[in-house]
């Protein structure tokens, strides 16, 4: 055991009750049996004790930002020396990349974390579940890459390998305020190599009450404009095409360091290559208000996708209201209305939430009314799953089969248009950045971001 050679650990154990077999060689291991003495039991090592021997699966749910941090977890990893595979039953260890937004997706990493377990495998988890609920059953005694100790995954890797569990939670801070995370200038393996992804903040401003990523991604911690700046040029000389500006609330960026998106922006606008496209990732109503004029110059941008994902959440006043979402209406209704005036083909994607608790028939009414008013071309229909943890948790939920009818009657609604027709016959520069999984088309998209598909010409 290595445990004082780790510094600054929060948690740092030693397993309990599984001896993982291997069958290449041999090396004491100290367990801890039921009346506490410790057992010296043989353990079977499939690789020696040099740093970086072994294979890695890695496996992530979830968001851009999500998706990002895995990217940066493989760069380090291979960097050091593991194979990255994507054959989980060679692996050596399961690196599971967590998503906490949804039941279902923190079901599936559940499963796999069980999975991994029955399998005998050494696993770390990272993401937003641990971060979240750090006393969650399912992940006692593994060990955790807290979402702002990505830069130190190799460390916890060589631990576990070496029978430890280590877990980091740790915020980084920099002059006692919270930054945006690790290091922008770590080794990345881009599961595109077209595409580069970057998260310019972390956490929000928010405390929507049903939402269980801001206790794991916390409050808003934004990376300067330089480092950011300067991954992006690295990126486009790498032979990136394409950039996705990515965090919880892409909007609030700035607010803790004294700068403000646009800013940002047309600093980036200015480096883009061209033939190159930046992509804007999330934002919510409040922040773009103050910046709108602005903003609708960015979008109109050349460089830059014509498209902006805006959640509304719902189309009732009194139920944005209980969600804390802080903003009404009247106000999504301004932005997408101004920014439609200023660019009449931009894309406006949004998300609903069907069944809030508080929801009644009336609310949801309204909300059908607003998707009918706009009739976006990208609409995200989530039914509402409580979050242990939050405060919409302790809610009385509405009927399951209600919430059900409500999503349905807006998934029927959405398909009940045709977004695309008006297109028809038209030529459109399109940005291809990858082949589609039936290996005969090609996959890009327009300024609007509105995906192509091209025939495959051999």
Not at 218 to 227: R, T
Not at 241 to 257: K, M, N, Q, R
Not at 266 to 285: H, Y
Not at 296 to 301: A, F, P, R, S, T
Request: proline share 4%; hydrophobic share 35%; net charge negative.
């Amino acid at each position: 055991m290595a445990s004082c050679a780790v510094m600054d650990i929060e948690d740092y154990e030693t397993p309990k009750q599984q001896v993982i077999k291997r069958n290449v060689r041999r090396s004491l291991h100290l367990r801890a049996t039921e009346n506490g003495e410790d057992e010296v039991r043989l353990r079977e090592l499939e690789n020696s004790n040099i740093p970086g021997v072994g294979s890695i699966f890695l496996k992530t749910w979830g968001c851009s930002h999500n998706h990002s941090d895995a990217e940066y977890m493989a760069g380090q990893l291979a960097a050091y020396g593991y194979s990255i595979t994507e054959d989980k039953e060679s692996a050596d260890l399961w690196l599971l990349n967590s998503c906490t937004v949804k039941t279902p997706s923190e079901d599936g990493f559940k499963n796999f974390v069980k999975e991994a377990k029955s399998r005998d495998k050494y696993v770390v988890v990272a993401g937003c579940v641990p971060q979240a609920d750090r006393s969650n059953k399912e992940i006692q005694g593994i060990s955790v890459v807290g979402v702002q100790q990505i830069d130190r995954v190799v460390e916890v890797v060589e631990e576990t390998l070496k029978g430890n569990s280590v877990r980091l939670f740790q915020t980084k801070k920099l002059d006692g305020k919270k930054t945006g995370g690790a290091r922008l200038d770590l080794p990345k393996i881009r599961k595109n190599p077209l595409i580069e992804i970057i998260a310019i903040n972390t956490g929000c401003l928010n405390n929507c009450t049903y939402c269980k990523t801001k206790l794991a991604r916390g409050d808003l911690g934004s990376y300067q404009p330089e480092d950011i700046v300067e991954r992006a040029v690295e990126a486009f000389s790498d032979g990136v095409v394409e950039l996705w500006l990515t965090s919880e609330d892409l909007g609030a960026y700035g607010h803790d360091i004294g700068v403000t998106l646009p800013e940002l922006l047309w600093q980036l606008v200015a480096v883009i290559p061209d033939g190159c496209m930046m992509r804007l990732g999330m934002t919510n109503p409040p922040y773009i208000l103050e910046h709108l004029k602005e903003m609708g110059d960015i979008l109109d941008h050349p460089r830059v996708y014509s498209f902006l994902h805006i959640p509304v959440q719902a189309g009732s006043d009194r139920v944005l209201e209980d969600m804390k979402r802080e903003y009404t209406v009247y106000d999504f209704n301004y932005i997408v209305d101004f920014l439609k005036q200023r660019i009449p083909d931009i894309n406006i994607a949004t998300d609903i939430i069907c069944g809030f608790p508080t929801e009644t028939e009336e609310d949801f009414a309204q909300t059908l009314s607003l998707c009918e008013k706009y009739k976006f071309s990208s609409l995200f229909i989530n039914q509402f799953y409580p979050r242990p943890g939050t405060v919409a948790a302790r809610m009385k939920r509405l009927p399951t089969h209600e919430v059900k009818k409500r999503s349905k009657q807006l998934t029927n609604l959405f398909n009940s248009y045709k977004p695309y027709t008006h297109k028809t016959g038209q030529s459109q520069h399109v940005l291809v950045t990858e082949i589609a999984h039936d290996k005969l088309h090609y996959v890009g998209h327009n300024k609007n971001y509105e995906q192509v598909t091209l025939v495959l010409n051999y």
